[in-house]
């Protein structure tokens, strides 16, 4: 009996943990995006499809090796003559011009292994194989920015569900307000020192806040769900924010050094860098395949009346040197072209690194202009918390229309709104600057504080 009100008592005290929802930090947000994210996913795979390149390649340098088995049956003059030959069966009676023009159906069956190897082909294949390399590279640079990408997305959306959740707070606040609001205004009809209008306007004011708190809940549902999707897992996934949207104090740097730092660390750049140069690979290519080629081959051929064997076998091998004399001018034609593709690809280039210096130079101002809004947005939730505690006192006194006390609660409201979208943006703008310079990842000071 006693150790049965022990249990009951465990489970009691247990429920209340059993049925809290779990914790969620933004770091772990962004673990949990980088590894079940289905774009990412597919990235990846991309990513290592490139890899396998690199060894389909390589493969054009080494000797290809092949076997084949056949069964022939025939009574074509030629092949009957050359298969007994190639059989070891070829007798005097054979000669007979009967037999040789008319011969009974012959069964041939051919066991053939053959190898092939180009040993020169003026560097092609190592040219190809450097684009594969090259093209591996260029996919996993690709990833490295998907990655970043991603991680931006999951930090604002993340961001957005702790402005939501604040911005509920300001809602169920205001509707206290509004409530207390209501019956003072009530208090004061029945004593008769204010007109029915206050009490009304009261009640039209207590009804607007309602609603903006319904949106309020719904729209921290909302931004859950879209945190879910970054992430990658069912949108209706349950779970607490183990972090509050907050003020933080987060590194500065001067814009010519973020501007050095893009072109270092930005994955993109890296990846246009190296497409700059797979385009020259590309030229050389073009011309090494105007070169001579030297092919070696070799091959062993068993020739046998039954599958078993009783025939008789033969071997080949030899050197083949190719070299296009003319082909209508199609590989000048390539070479001019894609020496043309070089140069435009390094004119896109320029173009591209001057955009990223525009974009580090934009990301820049914007978390500077976000930077001092925290401070005025600041300020003026302590003027508005201020002058609506003033205001409410002269209401009461008699001093104010209920008009001036809704004029003042809207304003304090407002204020407080502005300030926590303030913080909002500070928060994602940093991490949009940590995005133009390529240096945003899961130890960024805005993902792990």
């Known amino acids: 009996m006693v150790r049965g009100r022990y249990f009951i008592f465990f489970l009691m005290a247990a429920l209340p943990a059993l049925a809290a929802e779990p914790r969620l930090t933004l770091q772990q947000a962004v673990e949990t995006a980088l590894e079940k994210n289905p774009a990412r996913k597919a990235a990846v795979l991309e990513q290592r499809a490139a890899t396998s390149g690199i060894r389909e390649a390589r493969a054009a340098l080494l000797p290809q090796v092949s076997f084949t088995e056949g069964y022939t049956r025939s009574t074509d003059p030629v092949f009957v003559f050359g298969g007994k030959l190639r059989q070891n069966r070829f007798a005097a009676p054979d000669f007979a011009l009967n037999a040789l023009n008319r011969p009974d159906p012959f069964g041939n069956f051919a066991t053939r292994l053959t190898t092939q190897w180009q040993a020169f082909d003026s560097g092609v294949s190592w040219k190809r194989m450097l684009l594969a390399k090259q093209g591996s590279t260029v996919a996993q ?19 957005g569900l702790l402005l939501a959740q604040r911005q509920l707070q300001v809602s169920e606040a205001a509707v206290k307000t509004a409530q207390a609001i209501l019956d003072n205004s009530e208090a004061k009809f029945q004593a008769g020192m204010v007109v029915e209008s206050d009490r009304l306007s009261a009640r039209v004011n207590l009804a607007s806040r309602r609603q ?238």
């Open 141 to 159: 640079r690709q990833v490295d920015r998907s990655d970043q990408q991603l991680i931006y997305r999951v930090v604002e959306a993340y961001s």
């Open 212 to 449: 903006e708190l319904i949106r309020a809940r719904n729209a921290v549902e909302m931004a859950r769900s879209g945190l879910n999707h970054e992430m990658g897992i069912a949108l209706e996934t349950a779970y607490d924010p183990a972090e509050m949207l907050a003020e933080t104090m987060l590194p500065q740097a001067s814009e010519a050094e973020l501007q050095v730092m893009a072109l270092a660390h930005r994955p993109d750049v890296a990846a246009l860098n190296l497409r700059t140069d797979m385009q020259r690979t590309q030229a050389g290519l073009a011309k090494r395949e105007m070169g001579p080629r030297l092919n070696v081959f070799a091959s062993v051929e068993a020739d046998n009346p039954h599958l078993a064997g009783g025939g008789g076998t033969n071997w080949a091998t030899g050197v083949e040197l190719q070299f296009d004399v003319f082909n209508g001018g199609a590989k000048a034609a390539r070479i001019a072209r894609e020496n043309a593709l070089a140069e435009a690809a390094a004119s896109q280039r320029d173009s591209y690194l001057s955009a990223v210096r525009l974009e580090v130079r934009k990301a820049y101002l914007e978390l500077d202009t976000a930077r001092q809004q925290v401070d005025v947005a600041r300020a003026a939730v302590a003027e508005a918390k201020e002058s609506l505690r003033i205001s409410q006192t002269r209401y009461e006194g008699g001093l104010n229309t209920i008009t001036d006390l809704l004029r003042t609660d809207d304003a304090a409201r407002n204020a407080e709104t502005d300030y926590w979208q303030a913080v909002y943006r500070l928060q994602t703008n940093y991490a949009n600057l940590e995005l133009a310079t390529g240096t945003l990842d899961v130890n960024s000071p805005v993902v792990k504080p």
